[in-house]
């Protein structure tokens, strides 16, 4: 299938005097999309008894998903979204299946994955307390793959899903890319599996491994940013990160949801430049205090927002968030007042990649109105 006649070149910056003839989803995992588009969608359920009734039909129904060794992959939940606001256990899953089958349900987030018994057996650590894993991407790696048939046929399905969106380019930003990842994007996109403009990030662990930034992988794919994820409380990683990605050539994206992570990461910027030509970027920037808006634009980054997490998140925020945090979440208008490039992107799976929802939901921030953009500004989030 050729889709030649809709590609932009990757370095094409989109502007085409503000004619938009397709989007961008600046922020997705495709990967994890995918692995998200063949397993048990638990993602609907209210309470901790939900995820296990869906993954109890998936069991009963023999569900395959394309899972080899007879595992059950269920994604989607969300524990604050759930009625007991925790992560369902061992116990719950071993309800559907504590001898048979073994069973992984991600969360939402991609950060935490819950294993019944059998599961837990398999990998090794069947002592665990309640079988929730915390980035536990060193054990969950042992879980049996998807065949390859299985995840060439779920990708291509979910490229023309995207296009049909109009969805003509997106940057995978996953922190653990690296060679393989790299190379298995660039033959979907020769093969016309994906048929979209791909940026690919890498993960800081594998920047010797990889070819430079901006290097064409193929025609359509190219090598992106750093992307950097710092855990919670280990922001003094951040600075050294920052700088060793910058020497390797690479600007940075990095995952910012806080404050402080924020000014750790404006504080690294003020101390060293990406490389010249390139531009670092912060993702998400979920709260930003008002000061902080003018010292993002002296840094010269971009941010990349999440519009439909106002609309996806909005009782988590409400529940969460005080009502002054809550003037500083997801800021759009006062970021581009200020001279700050802003970007949207979808976080897929975590929300669906949709633009219409992502434009709809810039042009009506629920929280703070001041923040909204009108249809042109909202569409432009989602050019290169
Ligand atoms: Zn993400």
Known sequence: MSTNGRRRDGDDDGSV???????????????SSVAASVSVDVSGARNVPGVVECLSGAHVKGWRGGVSGGWIRGWGYDDALLDEARHPTRDDLDRVSAKGRPM???????????????????LGVEEHPDGI???????LGRVPRLDQATLDAAAAALSRRWAAKRIDGF?????????????????WSRDGVVVQVVKMMVGSAHV??????????????????????????????????????????????????DVETLQVTLDAFSKSAPPAGSTDR??????????????IARSG?????????LHGRRAKYERELSEIERNWLIRIR????????VRAGSDSPVSEANPAEMISCAMAHPFVPEESVDLSTATRLLSW
């Open 334 to 341: 006062s970021l581009l007042d200020a001279g700050v490039e």
């Open 301 to 309: 980054a971009r941010v990349v927002v999440n519009p439909s997490f």
């Open 17 to 31: 005097d503000g004619y938009v003839d397709g989007y961008v989803d600046h922020h997705v995992h495709f990967l």
């Open 208 to 257: 010797d491994e990889v070819p430079p930034f901006g290097t064409p992988l193929c025609g359509a794919v190219s090598v992106g940013h750093v992307k950097l994820m710092p855990l919670p409380g280990r922001t003094d990683e951040v600075e050294p990160e920052v700088t060793k990605a910058h020497d390797a050539g690479f600007p940075v994206a990095v995952h910012v949801v």
């Open 104 to 122: 992984v349900v991600h969360h939402r987030s991609g950060h935490v994955a819950v294993l019944n018994t059998a599961a837990l057996r398999e």
């Open 171 to 187: 940057v995978d930003a996953t922190h653990t890319n690296g060679p393989g990842e790299l190379d298995l994007m660039a033959r």
């Open 282 to 295: 912060i993702e998400h920037n979920a709260l930003c205090l008002p000061e902080q808006v003018e010292a």
């Open 133 to 139: 894993l915390y980035d536990r991407h060193d054990l």
